[in-house]
């Protein structure tokens, strides 16, 4: 049974750096073609896709945040991890881990509940 | 402005059938077979419905289908019931460079 579990801070400053870590079971991130990707969701707005990590370490930035973003992961610990620098009001949303499978290109098929981040003073 | 184009709301009868589009580019649902589709029920996490264009993971019912015509994906929910109202957003990959782009979301309402 596959799970991931968002963490992090709920409020952050502008300008901080927002950590957040996604603590997952029931698959191994050392596995063939499987990876962890980062979606946000602004309320009330749609769904966008910010990091992915695979199996073999290769990660992958949405071109409008690569500047702000690192994903590392730390396949001893379940654990994958997204930073995101200078944050502003605009990036207030909840952020969701998610699975992607092996045999995928760009689907997920299990997601973390998500965990709300408020960028606020 | 998200990168893949969906109407902002469809509505349907229990029983009847509702189809929800995603128009994007040659860049991305036009380009490759990878369009999945997600529900989202309100304060819930998104689900997997369809992947690869038509094909259903295990759990979800027949009564969904996929199916992709040039640059615009369809998601098609046949016998409509009341637990299928929910937001859909459909999302495809777009090449190594941006990877993949979810659409704005529609929201399927069931009168």
């Known amino acids: 049974q596959i799970t991931l579990k968002e963490s992090g801070p709920t409020l952050v400053k502008p300008t901080q750096t927002l950590t957040l870590t996604c603590t997952f079971s029931g698959f191994s991130l050392s596995t063939n073609g499987v990876g962890v990707g980062w979606i946000r969701q602004p309320p009330g707005k749609a769904l966008e896709w910010l990091a992915l990590i695979y199996w073999n370490d290769d990660k992958r930035y949405s071109p409008s945040l690569k500047s702000r973003l690192t994903i590392t992961k730390d396949t001893s610990k379940n654990q994958v991890v997204l930073t995101m620098t200078n944050m502003d009001p605009v990036d207030t949303a909840t952020y969701y881990c998610?699975?992607?499978?092996?045999?995928?290109?760009?689907?997920?098929?299990?997601w973390g509940q998500g965990t709300l981040v408020t960028v606020s003073s | 402005q998200s990168a893949l184009t969906q109407p902002r709301s469809v509505s349907g009868s229990p029983g009847q059938s509702v189809t929800i589009s995603c128009t994007g580019t040659s860049s991305d649902v036009g380009g490759y077979n990878y369009v999945s589709w997600y529900q989202q029920h309100p304060g819930k996490a998104p689900k997997l419905m369809i992947y690869d264009v038509s094909k259903r993971p295990s759990g979800v019912p027949d009564r969904f289908s996929g199916s992709k015509s040039g640059n615009t994906a369809s998601l098609t929910i046949s016998g409509l019931q009341a637990e299928d109202e929910a937001d859909y957003y459909c999302c495809s990959y777009a090449g190594s460079y941006t990877l993949g782009v979810f659409g704005g979301g529609t929201k399927l309402t069931v009168l």
């Open positions: 998610a699975h992607r499978p092996p045999s995928g290109w760009f689907n997920f098929d299990y």
